[in-house]
């Protein structure tokens, strides 16, 4: 039986406004460019690995902080304007915000008498 790494996922809130889809990721202790963000059709991954900057030469006496890789997915509820997301990174959170984008709505015709 081989040793794993486990994966975390962190705290996350998803809300959305009238105009986006709002993901907030906790996720303390990273740099901006720590973070993998993929975008798909109706998802969205953060993943990234959080290091554990301290000292090797101390000893825990609790731990509670979870480090090493971590991944979270997203469904998204609507449709994405995908070429306006941003993401910032503040206070130890990652925020994506994620602006809905314009349905197309199709017009549909009668076609002859019934």
């Known amino acids: 039986m ?3 790494a486990k994966i975390f996922r962190p ?8 105009d986006a889809v709002v993901v907030r990721v906790e996720v ?3 740099d901006e460019h720590d973070f ?3 975008l798909g059709r ?3 991954v953060v993943s990234g690995r959080r290091l554990d900057r ?6 825990y006496q609790q731990m509670e902080v979870f480090y090493g890789d971590f991944r979270t997915e997203v469904y998204l509820p609507s449709p994405i304007n995908q070429a306006a997301v941003e993401a910032i990174y503040r206070d130890g959170f990652l925020i994506v915000t994620l602006p809905k984008a314009d ?3 199709v017009p549909v015709s009668a076609v002859g008498g019934g």
């Open 103 to 105: 349905v197309l709505r």
């Open 36 to 38: 993998n963000i993929d």
């Open 28 to 30: 303390a202790g990273m």
């Open 11 to 18: 705290p996350t809130d998803v809300y959305e406004t009238a």
């Open 2 to 4: 081989g040793l794993h």
């Open 54 to 59: 301290s000292s090797s030469k101390i000893a």
């Open 42 to 44: 109706r998802t969205l």
